[in-house]
């Protein structure tokens, strides 16, 4: 059961999936099965279709096809965090506690009806440009699965009016200020992701941030402690990630999978092959549109199949704690820069592009190497 306070103060009880706790005797279809049962270009029984007709997702799969459906139903029983608790924005203590504690908090109503309106357009917009060039589905996280960031020439979506709109929202910005316990945390990324319907693999479990390696290839967003003592895991966290729900997340169509409290852990994330079924089940179902996912990135995550008929678009922003920096790419220009609220303009103070320059952002499939700037407090 998911308990979600209400704007009383009282509690009710909404159905979720059983989690690890009381999973279904049935096991899942094998990953093997479903593999052998892919039918690259297939898209018979298709009904999700774009504005011009042509099939949005099941590319490599019939919707029809019985481990899929056999998949779906499994999932549709069991999938979710059992327990999950979603917070009303002004239950900022209780929000930072669940945060620290899991790496992680839901937090509904963030954004309103309206809000919700105009991001989820704003998302199919980007979405219609990117399956234009991607006729395979293919994607760019796997196939099916893609990230709004890396569809972009600039590395983000922070030039869209939609994501602006996030920037500084009024139940959001006193949140992440608790989070930090300091209002200068700073903007690093506006992106997110999306996935199709017939994204049928998980996405393996990762963390968004590791450590420096002396081979070369180290990732962006990275520590180095020379003595060797301390790594990413034992700071406080150095950055933040908040996911807003366009569509309600249901066991189904490609929840978040979130494992609680693995942000301070140095055990080696589990493979595939090696994550036990509980992980595969824990997942932030279910949650309504216009609530907010806040993620310690570091905590394990990933995704799951989206076996429903609609797009699952997440769109993000991403925020530096304000003793943290890594390089910054510019995204917004001078004029709209200008349009944000005077702490949406400090968040985003190190993307802007001078008044004399153009911001042109293409749409492409996969990222390309962008000109970073260096920041500072």
Request: hydrophobic fraction near 30%; glycine fraction near 8%.
């Given at each position: 059961?998911?308990?979600?306070?209400?704007?009383?103060?009282?509690?009710?009880?909404?159905?979720?999936?059983?989690?690890?706790?009381?999973?279904?005797?049935?096991?899942?279809?094998?990953?093997?099965?479903?593999?052998?049962?892919?039918?690259?270009?297939?898209?018979?029984?298709?009904?999700?279709?774009?504005?011009?007709?042509?099939?949005?997702?099941?590319?490599?799969?019939?919707?029809?096809?019985?481990?899929?459906?056999?998949?779906?139903?499994?999932?549709?029983?069991?999938?979710?965090?059992?327990?999950?608790?979603?917070?009303?924005?002004?239950?900022?203590?209780?929000?930072?506690?669940?945060?620290?504690?899991?790496?992680?908090?839901?937090?509904?109503?963030?954004?309103?009806?309206?809000?919700?309106?105009?991001?989820?357009?704003?998302?199919?917009?980007?979405?219609?440009?990117?399956?234009?060039?991607?006729?395979?589905?293919?994607?760019?996280?796997?196939?099916?699965?893609?990230?709004?960031?890396?569809?972009?020439?600039?590395?983000?979506?922070?030039?869209?009016?939609?994501?602006?709109?996030?920037?500084d929202l009024p139940d959001l910005t006193p949140i992440l200020s608790a989070i930090f316990a300091n209002p200068g945390y700073l903007l690093r990324r506006?992106?997110?992701?999306?996935?199709?319907?017939?994204?049928?693999?998980?996405?393996?479990?990762?963390?968004?941030?590791?450590?420096?390696?002396?081979?070369?290839?180290?990732?962006?967003?990275?520590?180095?402690?020379?003595?060797?003592?301390?790594?990413?895991?034992?700071?406080?966290?150095?950055?933040?990630?908040?996911?807003?729900?366009?569509?309600?997340?249901?066991?189904?169509?490609?929840?978040?999978?979130?494992?609680?409290?693995?942000?301070?852990?140095?055990?080696?994330?589990?493979?595939?092959?090696?994550?036990?079924?509980?992980?595969?089940?824990?997942?932030?179902?279910?949650?309504?549109?216009?609530?907010?996912?806040?993620?310690?990135?570091?905590?394990?995550?990933?995704?799951?199949?989206?076996?429903?008929?609609?797009?699952?678009?997440?769109?993000?922003?991403?925020?530096?704690?304000?003793?943290?920096?890594?390089?910054?790419?510019?995204?917004?220009?001078?004029?709209?820069?200008?349009?944000?609220?005077e702490h949406g303009q400090r968040l985003t103070r190190f993307h802007v592009v001078d008044s004399s320059e153009e911001l042109v952002p293409r749409v492409?499939?996969?990222?390309?190497?962008?000109?970073?700037?260096?920041?500072s407090a």
């Amino acid at each position: 059961m998911v308990t979600r306070r209400s704007s009383s103060g009282s509690t009710r009880q909404e159905r979720s999936g059983s989690g690890r706790d009381a999973p279904d005797d049935r096991p899942a279809p094998s990953r093997a099965e479903l593999d052998r049962r892919r039918g690259a270009g297939d898209s018979r029984g298709v009904t999700d279709r774009s504005d011009t007709g042509s099939p949005l997702g099941w590319a490599e799969c019939d919707p029809d096809d019985p481990t899929i459906v056999e998949l779906r139903s499994y999932l549709a029983a069991n999938n979710g965090i059992r327990g999950l608790e979603i917070f009303r924005p002004d239950e900022i203590e209780h929000i930072v506690r669940a945060f620290r504690r899991d790496g992680f908090a839901v937090v509904a109503d963030v954004l309103s009806p309206d809000q919700v309106d105009v991001l989820r357009a704003g998302c199919d917009d980007v979405v219609e440009a990117v399956l234009a060039i991607d006729p395979a589905r293919s994607g760019n996280r796997g196939s099916h699965r893609y990230s709004f960031g890396a569809v972009s020439s600039t590395g983000s979506q922070l030039h869209r009016p939609e994501w602006q709109m996030l920037v500084d929202l009024p139940d959001l910005t006193p949140i992440l200020s608790a989070i930090f316990a300091n209002p200068g945390y700073l903007l690093r990324r506006a992106s997110g992701d999306f996935c199709l319907p017939g994204a049928f693999r998980y996405q393996p479990l990762h963390s968004d941030m590791g450590d420096w390696r002396p081979t070369g290839t180290t990732p962006h967003s990275s520590f180095h402690d020379p003595r060797g003592r301390l790594t990413t895991r034992d700071l406080p966290c150095p950055y933040v990630c908040v996911n807003f729900l366009t569509v309600d997340a249901t066991p189904i169509n490609g929840p978040t999978r979130q494992i609680p409290g693995t942000q301070h852990s140095r055990e080696p994330i589990p493979s595939l092959d090696q994550e036990p079924e509980w992980m595969r089940l824990s997942t932030v179902c279910p949650a309504p549109a216009g609530a907010v996912q806040i993620r310690d990135v570091r905590a394990w995550h990933g995704g799951t199949p989206n076996l429903s008929d609609e797009v699952r678009s997440i769109p993000n922003l991403e925020f530096y704690a304000p003793w943290y920096r890594d390089p910054i790419g510019p995204g917004i220009s001078y004029a709209d820069h200008r349009r944000l609220s005077e702490h949406g303009q400090r968040l985003t103070r190190f993307h802007v592009v001078d008044s004399s320059e153009e911001l042109v952002p293409r749409v492409q499939l996969r990222a390309t190497p962008r000109p970073l700037r260096a920041t500072s407090a």
